[in-house]
């Protein structure tokens, strides 16, 4: 695009002055880049007075402009650079030029449109990293010469980190920027090797000074960068370096929101400090990135925006493309609020670049994909605007010019043919971004006025008054038993005195109370009192975790759905108290009533736990039971809600169950495996050759909410085979420390708690058998020296671990042995003992009142009916051991003509009857037991089947 005639004739002053001074090197620009030459004088400024200034830049401008890299050999350059200079006089002097050098190439580009935007700020960010790193080591060589190298209480030397902040460290500096940094060291100590030492503190103080010095300090040549420390802890009032303990002890007491922002963008300058870093990562991480769901930093980033728009209504900042609506602190605060919400649990929002963190945004589903790609669009051509709009005269602003000359600048470089052109597609992106922005943080000043009744707000604020009057409020309200309300309200004001929320915490309870209280209040709640005394218990809990507060106060759907779940289900309450992380559950009413398809739950965990570095096993543990009780949360809901009926509740857990035994598994492994190497035999083999037998409740698909997982660990390892690891082992000994890892990961309590209890007392000889035992040991043991009772518990097995060849195995080795002959009068005897010592032991010792499990007439007895019919059928109609779920196998001896079907359906239908009045009772917080006049007709049907089958002696026909 050709230059209006105003930028030409200054185009055509520059040349004339640059010919005056520097006839020769200009004449070597001749065509086509002559012209380009004079076209990007006409654009900046500062092109143009940089050649003026340094004669040498002209002739070195023509042999690199052809250029596409300049980034690689900055640290080099410098190096060599800085070593020829004796005192700091040199060195800030070379500094300059240096700098102006490789800033009129980068302008080049930019206004030629040369350079992609993504490529022109990481050159930017490593031309300053280079100038920061190159002169740090600079001066610490020459401290050390004055005042000895530091030294920690080992003797060893100690470093001063850099941490470049902001858009330095996010790689995306900008043309004319300042460089924020924090400076920091690992331990204190003193300095050795001069003649008098001094404390490592006052080393890097001196040193952190003079750096400041050597970029910041405006000379004839000008300067490098502005440098502001403000960041650092204390800002300006505190010490100007400080080591790692103190910063960390810093940001655990004293660090504020504005700093976890800041925070984000943390990096340390220079690849060869990365090491000692990740210590220092590693105690900041915390702080910046919580554990949990932090729905706080929702209210603080728009704290801070409010502060910001209040100065550009101050300063009449209309026209900046930075602070204004829509602009690229906009699009800056909206992916920093997914990374301070979400990037505890998830990595890949703990990137520094904005670019790579939207794009993590758009892959995890957090925001439209049609958003992703407007605020990526914004971002891009804002950016190239500011950098354009700073390259014109080296100047930092974000403000759009006002004078006609530097708006053709601006809309020419853009690509525009005109200013209101470029102005109408800079708008286009400002809204788009605005949109997105208000949708996701809003404003204060837009809130509404609140619409919680006048009565709820009161109840709040006189709870701590006399329980009378409040029981007064609670009795306008509706509620049928407005005193044990009232006593319940007061009695958890008083518990909340004693909890340290500070002045947030306090101003987000002052909020969230009332609109609690006014769904609580609602008319058609049957028991209120409940409900209030579920959700303080609750609030309680979470109260010094303002963050999950504000969760609910900024989300009214997830209020909703806490108070219908904890109507519901007292279960799901305590576990909402237990595992406040599950909250955030409730934000998409669409996705908690909709548990995973079946046959996703493994591919769902998979994924989820990929977030996470394989290495990091604390996390990963920690990952396995967040899974767990967020699958369990859905289905419960789903539950309550009436989505699904009892059977399928039982499948959703049975395969949560397998999904987290193959997860399991599949981490023991590969921990062994590290450890120890694989057993040989299982080269060129597809599987493993381990398996987990599932018995009882996983066994037969019927698994409840807080069941326990009854295990069997086989393998099929041969005598004599070791492992190929540099640690070799026994095979065999590879597979009990594989099991035993597996029990560990199982057991470990988290601060999510354990993953199951685990139940390996079925195994062959129980608590005194080997955890783990081969396949052909199983069947021995099953056919030698297993008791009946161990026999009735195998019809309830089958694999839900292995691979294909021991699937095979062990389904040959249950079939034999459930087939094996038998004589029934003496199966009908050991298993009719074996129930009543059950009940003996288990059964209600209270007049009045039936425990629908284990008393005559239970479901207990069902399965013991069924197990017999199996054991003792089986030889003669060897398909009755395909299943190992009650339903089935009742339907099974119907069909072959075992059970009469009016018995059948019946013992099927009263198993369906049983087994839901317990899951009710259960969500209900309840025992699993009844008055002793209800479920008259059901235990009939099945005392008439034992009696049938059990009680006496039966004919062998």
């Given at each position: 695009?050709?230059?209006?005639?105003?930028?030409?004739?200054?185009?055509?002053?520059?040349?004339?002055?640059?010919?005056?001074?520097?006839?020769?090197?200009?004449?070597?620009?001749?065509?086509?880049?002559?012209?380009?030459?004079?076209?990007?004088?006409?654009?900046?400024?500062?092109?143009?007075?940089?050649?003026?200034?340094?004669e040498?830049?002209?002739?070195?401008?023509?042999e690199?402009?052809?250029?596409?890299?300049?980034?690689?050999?900055?640290?080099?350059?410098?190096?060599?650079?800085?070593?020829?200079?004796?005192?700091?006089?040199?060195a800030?002097?070379?500094?300059?030029?240096?700098?102006?050098?490789?800033?009129?190439?980068?302008?080049?580009?930019?206004?030629n449109?040369?350079?992609?935007?993504?490529?022109?700020?990481?050159?930017?960010?490593?031309?300053?990293?280079?100038?920061?790193?190159?002169?740090?080591?600079w001066?610490?060589?020459?401290?050390?010469?004055?005042?000895?190298?530091?030294?920690?209480?080992?003797?060893?030397p100690?470093?001063?980190?850099?941490?470049?902040?902001?858009?330095?460290?996010?790689?995306?500096?900008?043309?004319?920027?300042?460089?924020?940094?924090?400076?920091?060291?690992?331990?204190?100590?003193?300095?050795?090797?001069?003649?008098?030492?001094?404390?490592?503190?006052?080393?890097?103080?001196?040193?952190?000074?003079?750096?400041?010095?050597?970029?910041?300090?405006?000379?004839?040549?000008?300067?490098c960068?502005?440098?502001?420390?403000?960041?650092?802890?204390?800002?300006?009032?505190?010490?100007?370096?400080?080591?790692?303990?103190?910063?960390?002890?810093?940001?655990?007491?004293?660090?504020?929101?504005?700093?976890?922002?800041?925070?984000?963008?943390?990096?340390?300058?220079?690849?060869?400090?990365?090491?000692c870093?990740?210590?220092?990562?590693?105690?900041?991480?915390?702080?910046?990135?919580?554990?949990?769901?932090?729905?706080?930093?929702?209210?603080?980033?728009?704290?801070m925006?409010?502060?910001?728009?209040?100065?550009?209504?101050?300063?009449?900042?209309?026209?900046?493309?930075?602070?204004?609506?829509?602009?690229?602190?906009?699009?800056?605060?909206?992916?920093?609020?997914?990374?301070?919400?979400?990037?505890?649990?998830?990595?890949?929002?703990?990137?520094?670049?904005?670019?790579?963190?939207?794009?993590?945004?758009?892959?995890l589903?957090?925001?439209?994909?049609?958003?992703?790609?407007?605020?990526?669009?914004?971002?891009?051509?804002?950016?190239?605007?500011?950098?354009?709009?700073?390259?014109?005269?080296?100047?930092?602003?974000?403000?759009l010019?006002?004078?006609?000359?530097?708006?053709?600048?601006?809309?020419?470089a853009?690509?525009y043919?005109?200013?209101d052109?470029?102005?109408?597609?800079?708008?286009q992106?400002?809204?788009i971004?605005?949109?997105?922005?208000?949708?996701?943080?809003?404003?204060?000043?837009?809130?509404?006025?609140?619409?919680?009744?006048?009565?709820?707000?009161?109840?709040?604020?006189?709870?701590?008054?006399?329980?009378?009057?409040?029981?007064?409020?609670?009795?306008?309200?509706?509620?049928?038993?407005?005193?044990?309300?009232?006593?319940?309200?007061?009695?958890?004001?008083?518990?909340?005195?004693?909890?340290?929320?500070?002045?947030?915490?306090?101003?987000v309870?002052?909020?969230?109370?009332?609109?609690?209280l006014?769904k609580?209040?609602?008319?058609?709640?049957?028991c209120?009192?409940?409900?209030?005394?579920?959700?303080?218990?609750?609030?309680?809990?979470?109260?010094?975790?303002?963050?999950?507060?504000?969760?609910?106060?900024?989300?009214?759907?997830?209020?909703?759905?806490?108070?219908?779940?904890?109507?519901?289900?007292?279960?799901?309450?305590?576990?909402?108290?237990?595992?406040?992380?599950?909250?955030?559950?409730?934000?998409?009413?669409?996705?908690?009533?909709?548990?995973?398809p079946?046959?996703?739950?493994?591919?769902?965990?998979?994924?989820?736990?990929?977030?996470?570095?394989?290495?990091?096993?604390?996390?990963?543990?920690?990952?396995?039971?967040?899974?767990?009780?967020?699958?369990?949360?859905?289905?419960?809901?789903?539950?309550?809600?009436?989505?699904?009926?009892?059977?399928?509740?039982?499948?959703?857990?049975?395969?949560?169950?397998e999904?987290?035994?193959?997860?399991?598994?599949?981490?023991?492994?590969v921990q062994?495996?590290?450890?120890?190497?694989?057993?040989?035999?299982?080269?060129?083999?597809?599987?493993?050759?381990?398996?987990?037998?599932?018995?009882g409740?996983?066994?037969?698909?019927?698994?409840?909410?807080?069941?326990?997982?009854?295990?069997?660990?086989?393998?099929?390892?041969?005598?004599?085979?070791?492992?190929?690891?540099?640690?070799?082992?026994?095979?065999?000994?590879?597979?009990?420390?594989?099991?035993?890892?597996?029990?560990?990961?199982?057991?470990?309590?988290?601060?999510?708690?354990?993953?199951?209890?685990?139940?390996?007392?079925?195994?062959?000889?129980?608590?005194?058998?080997?955890?783990?035992?081969?396949?052909?040991?199983?069947?021995?043991?099953?056919?030698?020296?297993?008791?009946?009772?161990?026999?009735?518990?195998?019809?309830?097995?089958?694999?839900?671990?292995?691979?294909?060849?021991?699937?095979?195995?062990?389904?040959?080795?249950?079939?034999?042995?459930?087939?094996?002959?038998?004589?029934?009068?003496?199966?009908?005897?050991?298993?009719?003992?074996?129930?009543?010592?059950?009940?003996?032991?288990?059964?209600?010792?209270?007049?009045?009142?039936?425990?629908?499990?284990?008393?005559?007439?239970?479901?207990?007895?069902?399965?013991f009916?069924?197990?017999?019919?199996?054991?003792?059928?089986?030889?003669?109609?060897?398909?009755?051991?395909?299943?190992?779920?009650?339903?089935?196998?009742?339907?099974?001896?119907?069909n072959?003509?075992?059970?009469?079907?009016?018995?059948?359906?019946?013992?099927?239908?009263?198993?369906v009857?049983?087994?839901d009045?317990m899951?009710?009772?259960?969500?209900?917080?309840?025992?699993?037991?009844?008055?002793?006049?209800?479920?008259?007709?059901?235990?009939?049907?099945?005392?008439?089947?034992?009696?049938?089958?059990?009680?006496?002696?039966?004919?062998?026909?």
């Amino acid at each position: 695009m050709t230059l209006p005639d105003m930028l030409q004739k200054l185009a055509d002053r520059y040349l004339d002055t640059l010919n005056e001074k520097q006839a020769d090197s200009l004449a070597r620009w001749q065509g086509d880049e002559r012209a380009r030459l004079s076209r990007t004088l006409g654009l900046s400024d500062f092109i143009a007075s940089s050649l003026e200034h340094d004669e040498s830049l002209l002739p070195w401008l023509k042999e690199h402009v052809g250029e596409a890299e300049r980034n690689e050999g900055y640290r080099e350059t410098l190096e060599e650079i800085l070593a020829l200079q004796a005192d700091e006089n040199g060195a800030m002097r070379e500094l300059r030029r240096f700098r102006r050098r490789e800033m009129v190439w980068l302008a080049w580009k930019d206004f030629n449109g040369e350079i992609a935007l993504e490529s022109g700020l990481n050159h930017l960010s490593e031309l300053a990293e280079a100038m920061i790193i190159e002169s740090y080591h600079w001066l610490y060589a020459d401290c050390c010469k004055q005042w000895g190298t530091p030294t920690n209480a080992m003797g060893e030397p100690q470093p001063m980190l850099i941490l470049g902040m902001g858009k330095l460290g996010g790689g995306e500096l900008n043309f004319s920027s300042d460089i924020d940094l924090i400076f920091t060291y690992p331990e204190n100590g003193e300095t050795q090797g001069a003649r008098r030492s001094i404390a490592n503190p006052q080393f890097f103080t001196r040193l952190g000074q003079r750096l400041i010095k050597l970029l910041d300090q405006q000379t004839f040549d000008g300067f490098c960068y502005r440098v502001d420390m403000r960041l650092r802890p204390f800002g300006d009032s505190g010490p100007l370096v400080m080591s790692f303990a103190a910063l960390e002890d810093y940001y655990q007491e004293q660090g504020r929101d504005w700093e976890r922002y800041a925070m984000i963008k943390a990096r340390v300058m220079g690849r060869e400090q990365f090491e000692c870093y990740q210590e220092l990562r590693q105690l900041l991480r915390p702080f910046v990135f919580r554990r949990y769901i932090d729905f706080s930093a929702v209210q603080s980033l728009r704290r801070m925006k409010a502060m910001i728009s209040s100065e550009v209504r101050r300063r009449g900042l209309h026209d900046n493309i930075k602070l204004g609506p829509g602009g690229i602190r906009e699009i800056e605060f909206i992916a920093q609020s997914f990374q301070l919400i979400r990037g505890g649990r998830e990595p890949s929002l703990r990137k520094r670049g904005l670019l790579e963190t939207l794009q993590a945004v758009g892959d995890l589903g957090l925001l439209p994909e049609g958003d992703v790609v407007g605020l990526k669009n914004a971002y891009l051509f804002l950016r190239r605007m500011e950098n354009l709009l700073q390259a014109i005269a080296d100047k930092q602003t974000q403000t759009l010019p006002d004078t006609e000359r530097d708006q053709a600048r601006l809309h020419i470089a853009m690509g525009y043919d005109s200013w209101d052109g470029m102005m109408a597609a800079r708008q286009q992106h400002m809204d788009i971004v605005h949109d997105v922005f208000d949708s996701l943080i809003g404003d204060d000043e837009q809130e509404t006025e609140s619409d919680v009744p006048p009565a709820c707000q009161e109840l709040w604020d006189m709870a701590s008054r006399d329980p009378e009057i409040l029981a007064s409020i609670f009795t306008d309200t509706g509620v049928s038993c407005p005193e044990a309300m009232a006593a319940r309200l007061s009695y958890f004001k008083k518990e909340l005195a004693k909890r340290t929320l500070g002045p947030r915490g306090r101003e987000v309870l002052n909020r969230l109370m009332p609109k609690l209280l006014a769904k609580v209040v609602e008319p058609g709640l049957s028991c209120p009192e409940e409900l209030l005394g579920r959700l303080t218990h609750l609030i309680v809990r979470i109260a010094s975790r303002t963050t999950y507060m504000e969760l609910l106060d900024e989300h009214p759907a997830a209020i909703a759905q806490l108070v219908r779940l904890c109507a519901a289900s007292p279960m799901v309450a305590e576990k909402l108290s237990t595992y406040p992380v599950l909250l955030d559950e409730l934000l998409d009413p669409r996705e908690l009533y909709n548990p995973l398809p079946l046959d996703q739950y493994k591919t769902e965990l998979r994924e989820f736990l990929a977030r996470i570095p394989e290495e990091d096993m604390e996390q990963q543990m920690e990952a396995l039971r967040q899974f767990k009780q967020i699958q369990l949360l859905k289905i419960a809901a789903a539950d309550i809600a009436g989505v699904l009926p009892l059977m399928k509740v039982s499948d959703h857990l049975t395969y949560l169950a397998e999904a987290i035994i193959d997860a399991a598994v599949g981490q023991a492994w590969v921990q062994t495996a590290a450890k120890y190497g694989e057993p040989s035999h299982l080269s060129g083999r597809d599987g493993r050759g381990f398996a987990v037998i599932g018995y009882g409740k996983v066994g037969g698909w019927e698994l409840g909410y807080g069941s326990d997982l009854d295990v069997v660990f086989i393998h099929d390892c041969p005598d004599n085979v070791y492992t190929n690891g540099k640690k070799e082992i026994d095979g065999r000994q590879f597979y009990l420390r594989l099991a035993q890892r597996v029990v560990h990961l199982f057991s470990t309590r988290t601060a999510s708690g354990v993953l199951y209890e685990l139940d390996t007392r079925l195994r062959p000889s129980g608590t005194s058998g080997m955890l783990v035992t081969t396949l052909e040991s199983f069947r021995e043991y099953q056919e030698q020296e297993a008791w009946t009772w161990e026999h009735q518990a195998l019809v309830r097995a089958r694999m839900v671990y292995g691979d294909p060849q021991l699937a095979d195995g062990f389904e040959k080795v249950r079939h034999e042995i459930l087939c094996a002959e038998r004589d029934t009068e003496k199966l009908r005897k050991e298993v009719a003992e074996m129930r009543e010592k059950m009940r003996e032991h288990l059964g209600s010792k209270t007049a009045g009142v039936f425990k629908i499990k284990q008393d005559r007439g239970g479901i207990t007895d069902i399965e013991f009916i069924a197990q017999y019919l199996v054991l003792n059928h089986s030889g003669k109609e060897p398909k009755l051991t395909r299943w190992s779920d009650n339903v089935r196998i009742f339907e099974d001896c119907a069909n072959y003509g075992i059970v009469e079907e009016g018995q059948a359906i019946a013992l099927r239908d009263t198993y369906v009857t049983l087994r839901d009045k317990m899951h009710r009772l259960a969500l209900a917080g309840n025992d699993a037991e009844v008055p002793d006049s209800t479920l008259v007709d059901e235990r009939n049907v099945v005392s008439e089947a034992w009696d049938n089958w059990l009680a006496g002696e039966q004919s062998t026909e």
